[in-house]
RNA sequence: UGGGGUAUCGCCAAGCGGUAAGGCAUCAGCUUUUGGUGCUGACAUUCGGGGGUUCGAAUCCCUCUACCCCAUCCA
C-alpha cells in the first residue's frame, strides 16, 4: 500500500518536510462563500484536508469573503457543512478572510510607505486602456507618481468611506509592460460602499484576491497554498507581495492542480445557479446536481465521493472524468455495506394457483459474499406481485426470466412456471396464473430443476406501496452548456411501487440495494413511514445480455499534423551553419540548434578552442548545456568551456561512458569541479574488461531466469534492462558498449 | 511584447535515461438463488507530430501542432 503513487502535491510536501523547509504543513481550504459548494470543492477539500492529515499537518476551512456583495452566510454553513460531511476537522474556528482586514490594512500602508503601492484615480475604462493588451505594453498612471504622503492621506480617506465607489483604488507598482497582465501594477483595494455579512459596515474599501489571499496564507502560517490552474498568472503577484514585505519566514507558496471536470456534468457556480432560479431543478440540493447537497440528499456516502477523489487523481492537465467513474464509486462503497431488500417497481400480479394459505420465509439481508449479518420474513402466499418486465410472452434468445415455457425461481422462495395468461380488453397483461413447485424452496429444493434467473417478487397484502424518484443524468450532452442541454427524461417519479413490509417497518437502514434494480436512499426529507420516498442513487451495473448493445466499433484514425513554418535563419546564422555543417562536420540539427542561438554558439567556439572534436563538443552543448542555457547567462554557468572540452577530452580517449559523462556533466554543473577531479575521487573510470564483467552478467542473468525467457521468446526489449541491471551492478561504470555485445551473445545460448 | 500551462489506452493517471504501473470503461471465461459481487484472462511494440543526442529516450535537446488560462474595481 505504500508503494502507491503519489501525486505532484505530495511529492513536493514531502520535499520540502525532507529538506525542513517547513518541519509541520499546513494547507487550507479557502472558497469564497458565494455559492453552493459542490463535487469540485470536494477534490479540492478532499486534496487539502488530505494532504494535511496524510503528513500530521494542519488544515484550515477560510472564508474567503472579500467581496461584500456576493457573499452569504448561508454559504458558509453549507460549505462547513460540506467539509463535515465528508469527514474532515478543521480544528479550531472557521477562519475569515475578513477577521485579517485590519492587518491585510496596515500591510497596505506599509507597502506604500515602501512607494510601492499607489492611490490611482483614473477611471474603470481608463484603467482597462492603459492595462495594454496581451500583445502590447501598458502604461501607467500619471496619479503612480503621487508622493507617499499624499498617498497615504487618499489611502485613509478611502478607508474612512469619503470618497464614492470607484473614484479611487489602490494598486501595487509593479510593472505596466509585463508580459504577465497580472503584473501591470495589479489592483489592491477597491472601495465598497456595502455591508459585509460578518466587517458589518467597518469598511469602505475591501482588498482584492490578490492582496488577501497570500497574505492570509502567511498569517495562517500555511505552507502550501494549493489552488487550481487558472490561478497561475497570480502566483507572480502572490510571490511580489510576500516578498516586497520581506515578511519573517517561512511563507507560503503557490502550487497548482486541474480543476475537476465531469461529462454530462456541469460545474459552473452561475450556471448551477441558473438551473436553481429557473426551477430546471429542486433546489441547490436536488438529487441531480453535482452539489454536494444533491449528491447527500441523493445517497452518496461521503465514503465514495472521497474514494472517487482518490480515483481520479491530482494532475495538472485539464481533463473531463467519466461519470461510470462516479457511479463506480458510489457502487463499490455500497456494495459492502448495505442490506438487500426486494422491491417491484412496476407490479406484475401472479396468482400461484396451486398454493394454500400462507408462510413466512427466513431471507437474509447481505449475499454470502457481504460478510454482514441480519436477516429479516418474507411473507408469502398465493398472490403475489412480480415486475413487469420479468415476464415475456415472446422472449428474445437470451432472456433468462419467467415466459409461457421457462420456469423462474422466485427470490428465497419458489420455483413457479407459467400456467395462463390474462390480458385486458386493450391485450395488455394484467395478470399470470402460475404453478409453483412445493419441493423448490429456497434451501430444500429436492425438485431438480434448474432455472436461470430469480427474481423479485412482494407479496399482494404485505407490501407496502412506496414513492420512487429515479434519477438519470441531468444533461443529455456529454458537455453541457446550459439549460438547452437539459436531459428531458432525467427524473421519473414511480408512484406505486410495491415493497416488502420489513423495509418500512423494521427500517434496518437508510440505503438499500433493491436486488437487481440499484441502489436506493430513504429521501432525508419527504420520507415518512406513512408515505415513504425512496431516491434511485445508481442503478446495478447491467453486463452485456442484458442492454444487449451492439458492441460499437470504433476505427482508429491517425492524424495528419501539418508542421507550421520554422522561422527562417538572419544571414549570422546562415553562415554559422555552414560553417558547422561543412568545417565542422556537425549534423544539421545539431548546426541549427547551435546557430540559432547565440549563446550555444559562442559556448560552444570557446570549447572548440580548447579541443577539436567538433562533434562530441556540439553533441553536449546543444543536449545538456543548452538546458542549462534556457535559463542563466553563460557567465551564470557554474563551468566553462574549458571544463567540457575537459569532460569530451575523457570521452574522446575511452576513459569514460557518455553515461558517466552525464554523472560527471551534472555534478560539475552543480559543483563546477573540474571533471577530472570528478572522475578520479568518486572513482568513475569505465569498466571495458569482459574478464570482470562476464561474472557480473552472469550473475544478474541467473538471477533473472524468468526474463531470460521472455527475451528468448522473442521479447528483445528486455536486453536494454539486461544491461541496466549490468550498469547498476557496476555503478554505471561499465562500458555500455562492451555490455552490450557480451549480454547479447550470452543471451543467445 | 505576448506570457503562463498542458499533451502517455475510449476516460482518469503513474512514470523523472534501462521490462509502458494502477483505476474506470470494454470484451472473454469461471463462480453465483441479484444478468450484481468475486476471481481469472484480454486490452499502448508505444507516449501529440517530426528530427537530433545516446549502446539505450515517454523521460535530455531542437522544432512544429493542438488545447487551456490571463487584458473584472470577481475569486
Known amino acids: 500500500m505504500e508503494n502507491k503513487s503519489k501525486d505532484f502535491l505530495r511529492r513536493v510536501v514531502e520535499k520540502d518536510l525532507k529538506s525542513n523547509k517547513y518541519n509541520k504543513i499546513v494547507t ?3 472558497p469564497e462563500p458565494n455559492g453552493f459548494p459542490h463535487i469540485g470543492h470536494a477534490k479540492s477539500i478532499s486534496i487539502n484536508f488530505g494532504i494535511a492529515k496524510d503528513y500530521q499537518g494542519h488544515c484550515n476551512l477560510r472564508m474567503d469573503d472579500t467581496n461584500p456583495t456576493t457573499e452569504d452566510t448561508q454559504y458558509v454553513e453549507a460549505l462547513k457543512d460540506a467539509v463535515e460531511w465528508l469527514g474532515f476537522d478543521w480544528e479550531g474556528n472557521v477562519r475569515y478572510t475578513s477577521d485579517y482586514f485590519d492587518e491585510i490594512y496596515n500591510y497596505a500602508i506599509r507597502l506604500i510607505k515602501m512607494g510601492k503601492a499607489y492611490v490611482d484615480s483614473l477611471g474603470e475604462e481608463e484603467i482597462r486602456e492603459y492595462r495594454g493588451t496581451v500583445k502590447s505594453v501598458g502604461k501607467r498612471s500619471k496619479y503612480a507618481e503621487r508622493s507617499i504622503t499624499e498617498n497615504l492621506e487618499l489611502f485613509e480617506k478611502m478607508k474612512n468611506g469619503e470618497f464614492s465607489e470607484g473614484k479611487h483604488i489602490l494598486r501595487a507598482k509593479i510593472d505596466m509592460s509585463s508580459p504577465n497582465m497580472k503584473m501591470r501594477d495589479p489592483l489592491l483595494y477597491r472601495i465598497r460602499h456595502a455591508h459585509h455579512f460578518r466587517a458589518g459596515d467597518k469598511w469602505a474599501i475591501y482588498p482584492m484576491y490578490d492582496f488577501a489571499h497570500c497574505l492570509s496564507d502567511y498569517m495562517e502560517g500555511v505552507t502550501h497554498s494549493i489552488c487550481t490552474l487558472e490561478f497561475e498568472n497570480n502566483r507572480d503577484i502572490y510571490n511580489w507581495v510576500l516578498d516586497t514585505l520581506s515578511l519573517n519566514p517561512p511563507r507560503p507558496y503557490q502550487h497548482e492542480f486541474a480543476r475537476l471536470g465531469i461529462n454530462y456534468t456541469m460545474m459552473s457556480k452561475r450556471k448551477l445557479l441558473e438551473l436553481v432560479e429557473n426551477d430546471a431543478v429542486n433546489g ?14 441523493r445517497g452518496y456516502t461521503p465514503q465514495s465521493i472521497l474514494n472517487f477523489c482518490e480515483g481520479i487523481g491530482i494532475a495538472k492537465a485539464n481533463s473531463m472524468v467519466d461519470v461510470a467513474q ?26 400461484i394457483t396451486n398454493y394454500q394459505g400462507s408462510e413466512e420465509i427466513e431471507a437474509s439481508y447481505y449475499p454470502h459474499d457481504v460478510p454482514k449479518e441480519g436477516s429479516r420474513k418474507l411473507p408469502f402466499s398465493k398472490e403475489i406481485y412480480i415486475d413487469r418486465s420479468d415476464f415475456k410472452q415472446n422472449p428474445d434468445k437470451g432472456y433468462f426470466r419467467l415466459t409461457p415455457n421457462q420456469a423462474v425461481r422466485l427470490k428465497y422462495a419458489y420455483i413457479i412456471s407459467c400456467q395462463e395468461i390474462i390480458k385486458d380488453e386493450n391485450g395488455e397483461i394484467i395478470e399470470i396464473k402460475a404453478e409453483y413447485y412445493p419441493n423448490s424452496k429456497s434451501g430444500e429444493d429436492k425438485s431438480g430443476i434448474k432455472v436461470k434467473s430469480a427474481i423479485q417478487w412482494v407479496e399482494k397484502n404485505a407490501a407496502k406501496e412506496i414513492e420512487v424518484r429515479v434519477y438519470d443524468r441531468l444533461f443529455k450532452n456529454e458537455a453541457p452548456q446550459g439549460i438547452e442541454d437539459l436531459n428531458p427524461n432525467s427524473l421519473q417519479i414511480i408512484k406505486n411501487a410495491l415493497i416488502e413490509p420489513a423495509v418500512i417497518t423494521d427500517k434496518p437502514d437508510e440505503r438499500f440495494q433493491f436486488e437487481r434494480e440499484g441502489y436506493f436512499y430513504a429521501d432525508p426529507i419527504d420520507y415518512s413511514s406513512e408515505f415513504p420516498v425512496f431516491n434511485k442513487i445508481v442503478g446495478l451495473k447491467e453486463s452485456s445480455a442484458k442492454k444487449k448493445k451492439a458492441p460499437q466499433v470504433v476505427e482508429k484514425i491517425k492524424k495528419i499534423q501539418i508542421d507550421g513554418e520554422v522561422v527562417a535563419m538572419s544571414e549570422d546564422q546562415e553562415a554559422l551553419f555552414e560553417k558547422y555543417t561543412k568545417e565542422d562536420k556537425l549534423n544539421s540539427e545539431v548546426a541549427n540548434t547551435l546557430a540559432r542561438d547565440k549563446k550555444l554558439s559562442a559556448f560552444y567556439q570557446e570549447a572548440l578552442n580548447e579541443l577539436k572534436s567538433p562533434i562530441n563538443l556540439a553533441n553536449i552543448i546543444s543536449n545538456e548545456v543548452a538546458r542549462e542555457l534556457k535559463s542563466k547567462e553563460i557567465n551564470e554557468l557554474k563551468f566553462s568551456p574549458k571544463q567540457i572540452a575537459e569532460l569530451i577530452k575523457m570521452i574522446d580517449d575511452e576513459l569514460i561512458s557518455t553515461k558517466i559523462a552525464k554523472v560527471v556533466y551534472e ?31 552472469e550473475e544478474i542473468i541467473d538471477k533473472n531466469p524468468d526474463n531470460v525467457e521472455k527475451f528468448r521468446g522473442g521479447n528483445t526489449k528486455l536486453l536494454g534492462f539486461f544491461v541496466g541491471q549490468v550498469l547498476k551492478a557496476t555503478k554505471g561504470k561499465g562500458n555500455p558498449k562492451v555490455v552490450n555485445l557480451l549480454v547479447g551473445e550470452r543471451l543467445k545460448d
Open 28 to 30: 487550507r481550504f479557502p
Open 284 to 297: 441547490w440540493d436536488d438529487p441531480r446536481l453535482p452539489t454536494i447537497a444533491g449528491y447527500k440528499r
Open 326 to 351: 462516479l457511479e463506480f464509486s458510489i457502487r463499490d462503497d455500497l456494495n459492502t455495506k448495505v442490506p438487500r431488500v426486494l422491491c417491484v417497481m412496476n407490479p406484475l400480479k401472479v396468482t
Open 667 to 697: 555534478e560539475m554543473a552543480k559543483s563546477g569541479k573540474n571533471p577530472k577531479q570528478i572522475v578520479e575521487s568518486k572513482g568513475l573510470i569505465q569498466i571495458s574488461d569482459p574478464k570482470i564483467l562476464l561474472p557480473i552478467i
